[in-house]
Every structure is written in C-alpha cells, then in structure tokens.
C-alpha cells in the first residue's frame, strides 16, 4: 500500500475551496488540490431534507501529513460539520509519490 493519501472535502463555494485549498498549500500539508465543479448535495439536517451546491475538492497529501491537513480543513471550513474524509490510495506512479512526499513537511 502507498504512504499517499487524498483528503475529499466540500466546501460552500469556490471562493472557500480555493482560499483553504491555497492555505493548505503554503501550509506545506498537501502537494495539489483538485477543486472540482459544484455538486449538488442532498442531505437530512435538523430533521429536513435540503439541497444545496457544494463545490468538492480532492487534497493530495501523505497518510502521516492526512490528520493534521484534515484538522487544518475543519479549522479553517466555514461549515458547522464539514464533511471532510481520508481516501487511501492502494497505488500510484513512484514518481509521483516521491513528488508528493517531496513537498509535504
């Protein structure tokens, strides 16, 4: 199995995504953000059935780097509980892997 992870996060706009995307960058937490098209989210909250278009991005990091990024996310995430999950990835091009882990601290 790989040391490579993709943290798969929603956010309430592209603005958010990109401004949390760009922080965990700088932060040195993820190697690449893939900020995707917006999606429309159905969800039970408070007892009600909403809708809502969220827009979702993937966060390319290391298994070790995954909890800290995701806390990152969470902090800095404008939603009350965002969703915010780890994604393993069994395997991957080396190279690529060594890219990612080159700019994790």
Known sequence: MSDIA???A???SRDEAERIGEAMIEQRL???VNILGPAQS???WDG???RAE???ALFKTTRDAANQLIAAIAEAHSYDLPAICL???DRTLAPY???INSEID
């Open 30 to 32: 993820a190697a690449c």
């Open 54 to 56: 969220e827009v979702p």
């Open 97 to 99: 892997a060594d890219w």
């Open 6 to 8: 993709t943290v798969y």
């Open 87 to 89: 994604w393993p990835i």
């Open 48 to 50: 009600k059935i909403e």
């Open 42 to 44: 159905i969800y039970r």
């Open 10 to 12: 929603v956010f309430g």
